[in-house]
């Protein structure tokens, strides 16, 4: 192999391993009340994804019973409208969400599938699916085109460790630096009321 066919492979090898630690690189946007929130840049996406961790005083059937009590993401979940249970089966449940959006822009909302899977460890694994045509859309409301992540739940000493990472597509004419900007604030928002409705109950 000669000199210049060398170098181009290299160059290829270099371009594949900067592109793969692009897409584990996050980056610390917000680090209050406990809750440590990382954003990263997604391949092919315009918009960033989040990563939050917090560990919370409860254990992980007190935790999965808020998160399974869709009709009350209102009390706690960051920038919720309406929330509601569609339908619930054994371990999957489909939940109607509709979250805030600053005007001028419109609310947007999804129907999510939610399953839940016990790991040997012990960890709890919440799966979040968008399912953008799962129900027609409605007057006044844009319909995320993508919206997809997991929550991670690791007891500890009856308390839980919980990793809550998320990527969607807000869709419509959401630009781009605006959601950017502000996508720490959901995740921080989220686990910290739910950390304070556990208190409550």
Known sequence: MNNRKVALLLSILLLMSLDAYSQSSWEVAKNEDGILVYTRAEKGSAFKSFKAIAT?????????????????????????????????EDSVQYNYVETKFPWPFA??????????????SGVVELSLNGLPNYIPEKKGIARMQKA????????????????????SE??????????????????FLTLRGLTEVLKKN
């Open 148 to 167: 997809d992540g997991y929550l991670l739940l690791k007891p500890l000493d009856g308390k839980t460790e919980i990793t809550y990472e998320f990527h």
């Open 107 to 120: 609310n947007r909302d999804m129907v999510y599938r939610m399953s839940i899977k016990l790991h040997h």
């Open 56 to 88: 919370l005083e409860a254990s992980t059937d007190k935790i999965i019973g808020k998160l399974k009590d869709a009709d009350n993401y209102i009390k706690w979940y960051g920038y919720t409208k309406t929330s509601t249970l569609i339908k619930q």
């Open 170 to 187: 807000p869709g419509d004419n959401i630009p781009t630096w605006l959601a950017n900007n502000s996508i720490a604030e959901l995740p």
